[in-house]
């Protein structure tokens, strides 16, 4: 086991502020609200500006922790008992995700020297309406530290999807969608959910939008059956290239898979869609330390981006992991660390954003 004290943290931190130098730190990949159980209730915490609380609860500032590289392996506790291990899960979640707001990211971006965030919201099976986007708009609007996704409901019909994502543009200048079949209940390997799929991503190409997909199972999911909904072999037989612009594969595929060999596996049909499709990209939220290396192995580098899963994971932890492994493992890994970081994103994001800069001057 590799444990890092807080002065090892701190250390590497100052050299990782060394390299990032002028350059800007992106996370494409961070949940402003709970995305798996999704029942928590906010209030203005009146101690703390820019901070929302669940009823009665005090928030304490983030900080760095001796933390391990290594993953324990879940596995063992899945198979011990299922049941514990939710319950245990939904005790956790609901703490981590006691707190939210600009400020809480503002505490977490500060630990982990990231300067932006995108912010996922997650439109659960049965959901109808888009309060969640209204609340990311009450809470994080007007600071371009934070980019805002759109997570369509299950209850759109294809055909209503392009006039309910000019809407959210229209509103609330959203710049990515987010896909996640697991949850929101879209089968990748059904018709009607590769429909689906393909309105958004034509929708996409017209507007000049990001889209980010969950790639993987979920294990721990009310709606079982869903759990499988987003599998690569599945995310494999979608037509991404109807959009021009970047696809992202959220976790390289690997979500929820115990077993390195299986996750190779993940990762070599990865590795073959971005070969069919230039236009797809992975991030790193969420693989295991274990499995980084191999990562970054396989899949070219320039199409790597950094994404933290926060808050269910700390951010900062994120950056760590993925600045070890590259240490260890790889020779020009200061470079390819900015890359992931900075360089990657900021080159997915220009993508989307020339376009808009040439809408505007279209108009005037
Ligand atoms: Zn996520």
């Not at 159980?37 to 915490?45: H, K, P």
């Not at 494999?236 to 021009?244: E, G, H, P, S, V």
């Not at 390819?336 to 994103?345: A, C, E, G, H, Q």
Request: glycine share 6%.
């Amino acid at each position: 086991m590799n444990m890092l004290n807080i002065n090892y943290i701190i250390n590497t931190f100052e050299h990782i502020s060394n390299i990032k130098g002028n350059n800007e730190f992106i996370d494409i990949h961070v949940h402003p609200f709970d995305v798996v159980f999704d029942d928590q209730n906010y209030l203005i915490n009146e101690n703390t500006k820019g901070v929302f609380s669940i009823k009665n609860a005090t928030y304490s500032c983030p900080k760095y922790n001796p933390m391990q590289t290594d993953t324990i392996l879940r596995g063992e506790i899945l198979n011990a008992d299922l049941k514990a291990y939710e319950k245990l899960l939904i005790y956790k979640t609901r703490k981590i995700y006691a707190h939210t707001g600009p400020q809480v990211l503002y505490d977490h971006m500060k630990l982990s020297n990231v300067d932006k965030v995108f912010l996922l919201p997650v439109s659960g099976y049965m959901e109808t309406n888009n309060n969640k986007i209204e609340n990311i708009q009450y809470m994080f609007g007007n600071d371009n530290r934070f980019v805002f996704g759109y997570s369509l409901p299950n209850s759109l019909s294809s055909k209503m999807i392009e006039s309910d994502i000019l809407y959210h543009i229209n509103k609330f200048n959203i710049k990515l969608i987010k896909i996640h079949p697991n949850i929101t209940g879209i089968d990748a390997g059904s018709k009607n959910g590769i429909e689906k799929i393909e309105s958004i991503l034509g929708v996409a190409n017209n507007k000049a939008l990001l889209v980010l997909i969950h790639g993987g199972k979920s294990t721990l999911l009310r709606h079982t059956n869903m759990s499988e909904y987003g599998t690569v072999e599945k995310l494999f037989n979608i037509n991404w290239r109807l959009t021009k612009y970047p696809v992202i594969i959220a976790h390289a595929g690997t979500y929820g898979y115990e077993s390195f060999n299986k996750n190779k596996d993940n990762i070599s049909i990865i590795q073959k869609m971005m070969g069919i499709h230039e236009n797809i990209w992975i991030d790193i939220s969420g693989i295991p330390y274990e499995m980084l290396h191999v990562i970054f192995e396989y899949i070219d580098n320039d199409r790597i981006l950094f994404g933290s899963d926060s808050l269910y994971t700390p951010q900062w932890q994120v950056v760590i992991k993925l600045f070890e492994s590259l240490k260890k493992y790889c020779r020009n890994y200061e470079e390819t660390f900015l890359k992931v970081m900075s360089i990657n994103p900021l080159n997915i994001y220009s993508k989307i954003h020339n376009r808009y800069m040439r809408e505007v001057y279209r108009r005037t």
